[in-house]
């Protein structure tokens, strides 16, 4: 392996690093790595069936981990603090080599919060929010590559075992990415063979018509019910592959997985930044009204319904940012922003901020009424008598904390839940006053399509 560092050097890093250590806490080194593809090297960072993170924007930042150095979750009104409480405590044990590396090869604790603070199924109970320190981080940025390792230091010394197991992952990486890369080239991806499918369209039409009433009689402004439809397949599928073709038929998305295990992972491909806080500035998007690409560009902006479903969005994020003593900036009319086979309204909103944490923002931001509705309290509250399925981290905020506060959360839609051989699509629709339930219905099987296609099924 031709490296820029060599295996003396990066021994010494790792023994001042570990000199630098007070007491326990967490070593943290990296190495830099020409770049390899952490969507096509997660499987090789853990050889066993440890958790498993991947976050894809390429060909901007790519990021894999997993195994868990240090793990945090918990259900409750009070996950949001106790998750920011968690990354603080997590990065202050952090010590980290002293060598100069880019922004992606920073250490992050990886994030996954569920809808609802309290899970209500009894049988199936997710936690509102598991948070992960990663023991290996891949990251690619601007094509170049670093790997990191984190270990808990313990008693007794660690700098060998530390300098050395990264060395050692790196040599394997590295020769094993040609046959990695060959293995992702084939064009054609197989075809989800499904025993049995459920019906999701009766289980819709008569809580969207409940919503409506709502709206109707100024209960509600806004209300977004969704939909979970269940396939029985053969073979359980490769999410990986999955969203590597993602990444040409979502080119705009940010592609995620959080899998617990080989048996349970979450996926999907999402278009809707919760936030963005880089530098001290923040960007969220509110990203509501909805169409088929094909129906041409003007449709959905001349449309009355989609512009006020849209601009609830945009003024209740402004809302809760000037309630936290920010000023949010934002262009005046929605851009139109394609993904795939769909067209969305888009406005993106920046503000400046003012101390506060990322997880305290993201606390007061979930959920927008792009994907719950508005008044947010009285929305989720039909939203949980109205839907017949758990949401788990269906719209649920995803991403990272790193260790200069910097931070990305995605709403988490257009993703799947996969348990062993049962998949899980789910998606929504914003009801607004002049909504009509048939069209809403069209939507919807519009958003569930962006998982059909990649698994060659078709589409109603
Ligand atoms: C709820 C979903 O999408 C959200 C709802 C939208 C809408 O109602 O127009 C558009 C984008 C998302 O904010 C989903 O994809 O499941």
């Excluded at 599928?237 to 990444?247: F, G, Y």
């Excluded at 920010?326 to 005046?332: A, D, E, K, N, V």
Aim: with cysteine; aromatic share 6%; proline share 6%.
């Amino acid at each position: 392996m031709q490296a820029a560092l060599s295996f003396t050097e990066l021994l010494e890093l790792a023994t001042q690093t570990e000199q630098q250590l007070k007491g326990d806490g967490v070593l943290s080194l990296a190495l830099p790595i020409e770049g390899l593809d952490p969507l096509l090297h997660l499987p090789q960072l853990e050889e066993d069936d440890s958790f498993q993170f991947l976050w894809d924007k390429s060909p901007g930042l790519s990021l894999a981990a997993s195994g868990r150095t240090n793990h945090f979750a918990l259900s409750g009104p009070k996950r949001f603090e106790l998750a920011q409480h968690f990354i603080d405590s997590s990065l202050s044990r952090l010590v980290c080599a002293p060598q100069p590396i880019p922004a992606h090869a920073r250490p992050r604790i990886l994030l996954a919060f569920s809808f609802f603070d309290t899970s209500f199924d009894t049988k199936n109970k997710l936690p509102g929010i598991q948070a992960v320190l990663p023991r290996w981080q891949l990251s690619r940025g601007s094509g170049k590559g670093w790997l990191r390792l984190q270990m808990n230091a313990g008693s007794g010394t660690i700098a060998r075992r530390l300098a050395e197991e990264l060395w050692l992952k790196a040599e394997s990486l590295v020769a094993f990415s040609k046959i990695v890369k060959e293995g992702y080239e084939e064009k054609e991806y197989p075809t989800a063979k499904v025993i049995h499918s459920s019906v999701w369209e009766e289980n819709y039409i008569n809580p969207a018509k409940r919503g409506l009433e709502l709206v109707d009689k100024h209960e509600l402004h806004k209300l977004v019910i969704a939909v979970r439809q269940y396939l029985i397949l053969e073979e359980p599928i490769k999410p990986l592959q999955l969203l590597h073709r993602l990444r040409t038929e979502q080119r705009g998305s940010c592609r995620f997985l959080w899998q617990i295990n080989k048996r349970d992972s979450f996926f999907g491909a999402s278009p809707e930044r919760l936030l963005v806080v880089r530098q001290g500035q923040l960007r969220s998007d509110a990203l509501a009204g909805t169409s088929s690409a094909c129906e041409g560009d003007s449709q959905l902006l001349q449309s009355d319904k989609d512009r006020h479903e849209h601009e609830l969005v945009v003024s209740e994020i402004k809302k809760i940012l000037h309630r936290h003593g920010m000023y949010p900036h934002h262009p005046s009319r929605p851009y139109l922003t394609r993904h795939g086979h769909l067209m969305h309204l888009h406005t993106p909103i920046t503000a400046y901020l003012n101390g506060q944490s990322p997880l305290s923002l993201a606390k007061a931001l979930h959920p927008t009424p792009a994907v719950a509705g508005l008044p947010q309290r009285d929305a989720m509250d039909w939203l949980r008598s109205l839907e017949n399925f758990e949401r788990g981290n269906y719209a649920a905020p995803i991403g990272w904390v790193d260790t200069h506060g910097d931070s990305e959360l995605r709403v988490a839609i257009r993703s799947a839940r996969q348990q062993n051989h049962q998949l899980e699509l789910t998606a929504g629709a914003g009801l607004v006053s002049g909504s009509v339930v048939e069209e809403e219905l069209q939507e919807i099987t519009l958003k569930l399509a962006v998982m059909y296609k990649q698994l060659n099924l078709p589409i109603n």
